[in-house]
């Protein structure tokens, strides 16, 4: 096998990705996106953390990556004990090793998106280039731009690919993005604006992955602005124009989907204003590029924010707008999503008809199942999320019993890696349990939040938590709620 290092501007030959068919067979009848959580639900068993999600699982199947890194390969193996890479359809390690990616511009993202694990291995130090497979598709060169941009694309994506590499508790998480901001910065000084290549992409999307991992467990409480680092990154990148229109649309689309992250971060730690703001933003974006699917997920969004905002007629709107441009996705989930948004709103406004008959559709519209259409960026949707949502529009028409059914469901189904949604289910049942009449059971649900917040930071929980206390008070001699108010009284807030 030759060498990846390229010393003209001619493209090097490929050959076309062979489907791992054998990995296919093992999947079965799950979706792409079931497998994905099948994946991080083996990881979790053995110690292991990886970021699997329906895309991976397509490219592995694809054939596109031919060797998984070594985080991955223990996964495997555990989930399918007796067996060895090869008989799950993969190449031997030995054949795709040795391949560094020297270059950059179009080449720079050849790399395993999920590698976080092996850029520590003994054989593979600090170079999260050192497993690409050498017939990935996405790593072709590029002559021109590779010639032009090899220091400053190779430096500057760096710094992106770096955000977010780091897990661990709330505050780790937070002084790594800390980090990240402070490193653009200096790369950036006085640096000449050059074009974006695939590298970018790539860690413009793994950016927003680590995003969305780190709120799954965190909250939004100290993310919030040290994020704001890598989308001020994101559209200078943007900004300064890409190699190809390929690499241009996903930088768009990255975009846009990484300012609707950093703005949920805002929306969840109560910014509200600033929240609004990059919603806008990747509103603009998606109309600016014809991109249905990200204008979908700013309108699901914003939903959101305006029924928390207190502007229900302003949630059913946007909710609305969603369905219609999200409709010829062809993604039964994104939907009963989107009309529990429009269900929210109809709480808000307090027409139990109009929240009932969208919560109906969302019901029927779940149940098709999901789909290869589903967005990455709706891992987050299921059974849990679906009973959660219901439960917060029983709890605002005031039908306190219903509203704690539901979010005693949503805890209890909920996937224990959604740390914070399992923190927040928990806390609205705390609150339905008191305001309908059952302190016992909601002090203790309240204490059961209470032990989750040294992981979770988030305004919404705390501003649920204290609502509930506040309810508790005149009933300081039920079982439990003294206790629970005591405790509560002595947690610091976070601002």
């Given at each position: 096998m030759t060498?990846?290092?390229?010393t003209s501007s001619?493209?090097q030959?490929t050959?076309?990705?062979r489907?791992?068919l054998?990995?296919r067979?093992?999947?079965g009848?799950r979706?792409?996106?079931?497998?994905a959580?099948?994946?991080?639900r083996?990881?979790?068993?053995i110690g292991?953390?990886?970021?699997?999600d329906?895309?991976?699982?397509?490219r592995?199947e694809?054939?596109?990556?031919?060797?998984?890194?070594?985080?991955?390969?223990?996964?495997?193996?555990h989930?399918?004990?007796g067996r060895t890479l090869?008989?799950?359809?993969?190449?031997p390690?030995s054949?795709v090793?040795?391949?560094?990616?020297h270059?950059?511009?179009?080449?720079?993202?050849?790399y395993e998106?999920?590698?976080?694990?092996?850029v520590q291995?003994?054989h593979?130090p600090?170079?999260?280039?050192?497993?690409?497979?050498?017939h990935?598709?996405?790593?072709q060169h590029d002559?021109?731009?590779l010639h032009?941009?090899?220091?400053?694309n190779d430096?500057?994506s760096d710094?992106l690919?770096?955000a977010?590499?780091?897990?661990?508790?709330a505050?780790v998480?937070?002084?790594s993005?800390?980090?990240?901001?402070?490193?653009?910065d200096?790369?950036?000084?006085?640096?000449?604006?050059r074009r974006?290549g695939t590298?970018?992409?790539?860690?413009?999307?793994?950016?927003?992955?680590?995003?969305?991992?780190l709120d799954d467990?965190?909250?939004?409480?100290?993310?919030y602005r040290?994020?704001s680092?890598?989308?001020?990154?994101?559209?200078?990148?943007?900004?300064?124009?890409?190699?190809?229109?390929?690499t241009?649309?996903?930088l768009?689309s990255?975009?846009?989907?990484?300012a609707?992250s950093?703005g949920?971060?805002?929306?969840d730690s109560?910014?509200?204003?600033?929240a609004r703001?990059?919603?806008?933003e990747?509103?603009?974006?998606?109309?600016?590029?014809?991109?249905?699917a990200?204008?979908?997920?700013?309108?699901?969004?914003?939903a959101f924010?305006?029924?928390?905002?207190g502007?229900?007629?302003e949630?059913?709107r946007?909710?609305?707008?969603?369905?219609?441009v999200?409709?010829?996705l062809?993604?039964?989930r994104l939907?009963?999503?989107?009309?529990?948004?429009e269900?929210g709103?109809w709480?808000?406004l307090a027409?139990?008809?109009?929240c009932?008959?969208?919560l109906a559709?969302?019901?029927?519209l779940?149940?098709r199942?999901?789909?290869?259409?589903?967005?990455?960026?709706?891992?987050?949707?299921?059974e849990?999320?679906?009973?959660?949502?219901?439960?917060q529009c029983?709890?605002?028409l005031?039908?306190?019993?219903?509203?704690a059914?539901?979010?005693r469901?949503?805890?209890?189904?909920?996937?224990?890696h959604f740390?914070r949604?399992i923190a927040l289910y928990?806390?609205?049942?705390a609150?339905?349990?008191a305001?309908?009449?059952?302190p016992d059971?909601a002090?203790a649900a309240?204490?059961?939040?209470?032990?989750l917040l040294?992981q979770?930071?988030?305004s919404?929980?705390?501003?649920?938590l204290?609502g509930?206390a506040?309810?508790l008070?005149?009933?300081?001699r039920?079982?439990?709620v003294?206790?629970?108010l005591?405790?509560?009284?002595?947690?610091?807030?976070t601002?």
């Open positions: 060498s990846s290092r390229v001619q493209p030959p050959r076309p990705p489907p791992n054998v990995f067979q093992l999947r009848q979706s792409p996106a079931e497998f959580a099948a994946v991080r083996a990881a979790r068993e292991e953390r990886v970021s699997c329906a895309r991976y699982v397509g592995v694809a054939g596109e990556i031919r060797c998984p890194n070594y985080a991955y390969e223990r996964v495997f193996l989930m399918f004990p090869t008989d799950l359809g993969f190449a390690r054949s090793r040795g391949r560094r990616a270059a950059s511009g179009e080449t720079a993202g050849a998106p999920y590698d976080t694990q092996d291995h003994a593979n600090l170079n999260p280039y050192d497993q690409q497979d050498p990935d598709p996405h790593g002559g021109h731009a032009e941009n090899h220091a400053e430096e500057e710094v690919r770096r977010f590499m780091t897990g661990g508790g505050t998480a937070a002084a993005l800390g980090q990240i901001g402070l490193a653009f200096a790369a950036a000084a006085g640096r000449p604006v974006a590298g970018d992409a790539f860690a413009l999307e793994e950016a927003v992955r680590r995003i969305r991992l467990r965190h909250g939004a409480d100290g993310l040290r994020a680092e890598p989308l001020r990154a994101a559209y200078a990148l943007l900004d300064a124009g890409a190699t190809r229109q390929t241009a649309d996903r768009h990255g975009a846009g989907e990484l609707i950093v949920w971060l805002a929306h109560g910014r509200f204003d600033d703001s990059h919603y806008a990747a509103l603009a974006t998606a109309r600016m590029t014809g991109d249905d990200l204008e979908a997920h700013a309108f699901c969004n914003t924010l305006a029924r928390d905002a502007r229900p007629r949630a059913v946007a909710a609305q707008a969603a369905q219609r999200a409709r010829p062809g993604s039964p939907m009963s999503l989107l009309a529990l948004r269900a709103g709480a808000g027409d139990r008809t109009g009932e008959q969208a559709r969302a019901q029927a779940y149940e199942g999901p789909t290869e259409a589903d967005p990455e960026w709706m891992s987050f949707y299921g849990a999320e679906l009973e959660g949502l219901e439960a029983w709890s605002m005031g039908d306190w019993p219903r509203a059914r539901h979010a469901r949503a805890a209890h189904l909920q996937n224990p740390t949604n928990t806390a609205e049942l609150d339905d349990l305001r309908g009449g059952r059971e002090a309240g204490m059961r939040v209470l032990d040294d979770v930071q988030s919404r929980i705390q501003t649920m204290a509930t506040r309810v008070l005149p009933h300081r039920a079982s439990g003294s206790d629970f005591e405790r509560h009284a002595s947690v610091p807030r601002v």
